[in-house]
């Protein structure tokens, strides 16, 4: 993980970080327009973004500040002893929930929040051909 300098104060930082939610975030709207065939169901276990009950498949849409992306991911430099064990724990989750769905029988599908643009791209484009 890449740690970085904090532009905002702790008391601005705690206010933007507040507003950010879980669920109808830009990346699961952009895959909702991509993904027809899956049910946006996030109330199931371990909160999976989209669901295909038919084909047992349960779509992951990793956001990469929340699940430390080796590409994107940094740490806030103000309180990391909050930041480090709870992106930890996000971790730790989203295996535990991955491993559950795999032993039920059912295929998971994790996609990084920045690879939702390309895959857009790539399905627009191909509509066009």
């Given at each position: 993980?890449?740690?970085?300098?904090?532009?905002?104060?702790?008391?601005?930082?705690?206010?933007?970080?507040?507003?950010?939610?879980?669920?109808?975030?830009?990346?699961?709207?952009?895959?909702?327009?991509?993904?027809?065939?899956?049910?946006?169901?996030?109330?199931?276990f371990g909160r999976p973004d989209?669901?295909?009950?038919?084909?047992?498949?349960?779509?992951?849409?990793?956001?990469?500040?929340?699940h430390c992306c080796p590409i994107?991911?940094?740490?806030?430099?103000?309180?990391?002893?909050?930041?480090?064990?709870?992106?930890?724990?996000?971790?730790?989750?989203?295996?535990?929930?991955?491993?559950?769905?795999?032993?039920?029988?059912?295929?998971?599908?994790?996609?990084?929040?920045?690879?939702?643009?390309?895959?857009?791209?790539?399905?627009?484009?191909?509509?066009?051909?």
């Open positions: 993980m890449w740690n970085m300098a904090d532009i905002f104060s702790k008391k601005k930082r705690s206010e933007i970080m507040s507003k950010i939610r879980s669920k109808d975030t830009k990346p699961e709207i952009i895959a909702k327009l991509i993904l027809k065939e899956f049910e946006y169901q996030p109330k199931e989209f669901i295909n009950y038919k084909k047992k498949i349960v779509l992951f849409i990793d956001g990469c500040f929340w994107h991911s940094k740490i806030p430099e103000q309180n990391k002893g909050y930041w480090i064990p709870k992106l930890e724990r996000n971790l730790t989750r989203a295996k535990e929930v991955e491993m559950a769905y795999k032993m039920a029988g059912w295929r998971v599908v994790r996609i990084w929040e920045h690879e939702l643009s390309k895959l857009r791209n790539r399905l627009s484009f191909q509509k066009l051909v």
